[in-house]
Nanobody, 126 residues
Framework: QVTLVESGGGLVQAGGSLRLSCAAS????????MGWFRQAPGKEREFVAA????????YYAESVKGRATISRDNAKNVVYLQMNSLKFEDTADYYC???????????????????WGQGTQVTVSS
């Protein structure tokens, strides 16, 4: 069992930055993958970024590439999503999630993630 708790969302102006946090606890294996997803009102949940738990690789959606950085604080078991140059279309509820090993586009499917946090809301004002 893995428990995930997100924080760091809020209201920010376009062009601004936010750092989302995901505190992970429970039985986390080194082979696990941490993902960030988002869901805007009326839209499907979409992949934002993922990283291997050991930090060997990261993946980013094209829509955030160059503006987002996923990282992990090993000592605290916290995974971060730094978002810069925020756009109105980044407005969504953001979720962190955990799954077993994946690679490439296989990491993009939210249905394959077993554990989810409760989400944190990000609103970007234009």
């Amino acid at each position: 069992q893995v428990t995930l708790v997100e924080s760091g969302g809020g209201l920010v102006q376009a062009g601004g930055s936010l750092r989302l946090s995901c505190a992970a606890s429970g039985r986390i294996f080194n082979s696990y993958v941490m993902g960030w997803f988002r869901q805007a009102p009326g839209k499907e949940r979409e992949f934002v970024a993922a990283m291997s738990w050991m930090g060997e690789w990261t993946y980013y959606a094209e829509s955030v590439k160059g503006r987002a950085t996923i990282s992990r604080d090993n000592a605290k078991n916290v995974v971060y999503l730094q978002m810069n140059s925020l756009k109105f279309e980044d407005t969504a509820d953001y979720y962190c999630a955990v799954r077993s090993y994946c690679s490439g586009y296989g990491c993009y499917d939210p249905a394959e993630y077993a554990y989810w946090g409760q989400g944190t809301q990000v609103t970007v004002s234009s």
